[in-house]
């Protein structure tokens, strides 16, 4: 964070659809990409307040894979200095998410240096616990839905995995609300609160997507992070931004047609930045192509509105 500018900056992670033994449709391996934003993190030299990841932390069919899924999120926790906060999924297991670091119910608070333990080999992962010094406030009877203060930010983290909130947290979550909170209030979960263009996504946004925006745009929320289309969407809607992250999995075909769906094997995760008077959200991908140049960083005091990049370029 910038204190002197009054930015806070969030690595919003989605869609990352872990397989147990096998390689996403062959190819995608959410381990290793969970390890490539660890890498971005150190070689960018950024500090976020948190690491929100909104769901779909496995794939659909593989409960077997949460225990190393809680391990490696711990080590992304423990190699960034950031707090990892998940939301589930519509392809989460919820019995078996609640091994996941903060999804544990009633999870006593650990002692400051306590991390999940490496896995030994023929032994499975130790089950992490919630990131040391946060305070939780869970909603009673639902362990993935709770709320989160990392220094002055308040993090709602909502459970969407049936395709709604419904009627018990939405009420939960308005009564969390009702007061303002130091610099506002981030919502994350995994279900959108609104339609993709894609006409194959466009009615899997969240069933009860006013019922939020009416309990948002009546509090200080700031921002809602989402997942669940694969690729990055943005809107203002009743005034509160929404930012759709793209997938660590991959990236929707965009012109696939009206009648399939098709993915592109590109991972990509953004940086959303909450500053004095808005919110800004950056998608990044985790390829890495060969630059077309490279030049030193112009000072500040050399930029000007009409500058680009290569203008510092010989």
Known sequence: MSRATGRLTILHVSDVHATDGELLYGAVDGFARLRAVSEYVAHAGITPEAIVVTGDLAQRGHPGVYPRLAAALAALERETGVPVLTVIGNHDDPAAACTLPGHAPDAPAPPADTHAAPARAGHAPAPPVPSPGIPVDRMPGNPHARIVRVDGLRIALLDSSSGELGGAQRAWLADRL?????????????????????????????????????????????????????????????????????????????????????????????????????????SVGLEHPAPLFTSPAPSLSATSPSATPEHTHS
């Not at 809107?235 to 993915?263: N, T």
């Open 178 to 282: 009702r007061e303002p909170h130091g610099d506002g209030t981030i919502v994350a979960l995994h279900h959108p609160p609104l339609g993709s263009p894609l006409p194959t996504l466009a009615k899997a946004g969240l069933r009860d997507a006013d019922a939020l925006l009416d309990i948002a745009r009546n509090a200080d929320v700031r921002a809602i992070l989402a997942g669940h289309f694969h690729h990055p969407l943005s809107a203002v809607l009743h005034g509160v931004p929404v930012f759709v992250g793209p997938s660590l999995a991959y990236h929707q075909v965009m012109d696939a047609g009206p009648d399939r769906v098709s993915g592109h094997d590109h991972a990509m995760f953004s940086l959303v930045h909450l500053v004095p008077h808005g919110v800004t959200a950056t």
